[in-house]
């Protein structure tokens, strides 16, 4: 008997014990697993380790973040710097400028055709109403050709379709491609000025709001120039930040351009124009382009500045030309912006840039009417060969492609 119980409470004692072993076996590897991976997670993005043991969702995120993390960028830092510092030695061929706006006539005409195609679905849809032609205003308005260049297309539009009845496409293509290129007008003089004038190169000021793309428009210019065979030196006259007369030099540094520049933040940009047109007219070059700053709050202080330089610059050489930058995609507040530098200094020139990102081609009208100034270049990329002489014939095609 005594043998038996004996027996029975071994069984019984072998039964709990392994079921002990087997539950906190089963147990285990779930939560071992994921205590494997918490303490990597835990030095680095888990400030807090406390909650991590119970949420499910901690790991991935914990995983994620610290497998690579820490490592690749260390990796890729040094490479990075080493890869930028060599492009300088070899000298790149600008493409040439001729022709520039026929090439780059897909990245216009991606933003702008849906204007050219709207305007043409209306007109030729028959039986224009007074809806159809608020339809053809709006659609105008839209693309920023303004109140004034609206009202005239539309009026010119509606006694052409008054007098001749047609309603083809082609016929009806013919009048707006007449009519925009006479809102474009193409009598304006586009040519920047970039030939000696005497015994001095000629010298340009670049002007602009910030961001506006004033920088990348002078490199971009430069070798647009460099491609003509003129010498071309370039003034950092924004010398807000070191960095961007570094922007600018290594612009220049791609064609073999000089920069004449500050390494001090803050220095007197005026002083730095001074330099570069001394530099211009001792070395003889052709053209000087200079950069300026765009972080101009107010007017008193844009006239403070913008007069300063061109008052110096003006001790040695005359500004043959005042290039205005504006961002295509800012629409009526870019206006505004144009209106108070060109009351400032008087501009010469537009230069219309990001209208590879907008269908609102129609500004060109609207600043052009409202300055009374032509829009001598457009941007029409990041790339370093998309900057174009502003061509009308070639603008409107691609509106109407
Ligand atoms: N898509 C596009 N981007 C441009 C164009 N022109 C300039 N940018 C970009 O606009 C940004 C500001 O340019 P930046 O020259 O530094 O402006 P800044 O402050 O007036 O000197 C940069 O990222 C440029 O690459 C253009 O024509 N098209
Ligand atoms: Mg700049």
Redo the contacts with the bound molecule.
């Keep these: 008997m005594i043998d038996q119980l004996w027996e029975y409470l071994v069984v019984a004692g072998v039964l709990l014990v392994a079921i002990v072993v087997g539950l906190a076996a089963f147990l285990r590897p779930g939560r071992g697993g994921r205590t494997k991976d918490l303490p990597k997670p835990a030095p680095k993005p888990t400030p807090t380790p406390g909650p991590c043991p119970d949420t499910g969702d901690d790991h991935p995120t914990g995983g994620v973040d610290t497998l690579p993390a820490p490592t690749e960028p260390d990796v890729l830092e040094p490479d990075d710097v080493l890869l930028e510092e060599p492009p300088t030695p070899t000298l790149e061929r600008p493409d040439s400028a001729r022709g520039r706006l026929q090439r780059l006539r897909a990245r216009l005409a991606r933003s702008n055709t849906a204007l050219g195609k709207g305007l043409l679905a209306l007109l030729t849809r028959g039986g224009l109403d007074e809806a159809a032609w608020e339809e053809v205003e709006d659609t105008l308005l839209a693309a920023d050709l303004g109140v004034d260049a609206t009202t005239e297309l539309v009026d010119s539009l509606r006694s052409q379709v008054a007098v001749d009845g047609t309603r083809d496409d082609a016929t009806v293509r013919g009048w707006l491609r007449t009519d925009l290129l006479a809102l474009v007008d193409p009598g304006m003089d586009r040519a920047v000025a970039s030939h000696r004038v005497g015994d001095r190169p000629a010298i340009v000021l670049v002007v ?13 210019l430069a070798r647009v120039l460099v491609a003509e065979d003129k010498d071309v030196i370039l003034g950092a006259a ?1 010398t807000f930040r070191a960095a ?1 007369a570094d ?1 600018l030099e290594t612009w220049g540094a791609r064609v073999g351009v000089p920069t004449v520049r500050s390494h001090k933040d803050g220095a007197d940009p005026a002083a730095v124009a001074f330099d570069a047109v001394k530099a211009g007219i001792e070395l003889e070059a052709d053209v000087v382009l200079l ?1 300026t ?2 972080r101009l709050h107010n007017k008193t202080n844009l006239m403070d500045e913008l007069g300063k330089i061109k008052r110096v610059v003006e001790k040695q050489a005359p500004i043959d030309e005042v290039l205005l ?1 504006l ?2 995609t800012t629409g009526q507040n870019g206006l505004r912006q144009a209106e108070v530098f060109a009351s400032v200094v008087g501009i010469t020139g537009i230069v ?6 907008t269908a609102k081609g129609g500004i060109v009208v609207a600043v052009q009417r409202k300055l009374g100034v032509p829009v001598k270049l ?5 790339g370093p060969d ?2 174009a002489p502003f061509d009308p014939e070639a603008f409107v095609d691609a509106i109407l492609a």
């Design positions: 602009g709001v910030n961001g506006t793309g004033k920088t990348t428009t002078v490199g971009k924004d961007a922007q950069d700053a765009g930058v961002d295509a219309l840039t990001k209208l590879d990102g457009v941007g029409l990329g990041e998309d900057l």
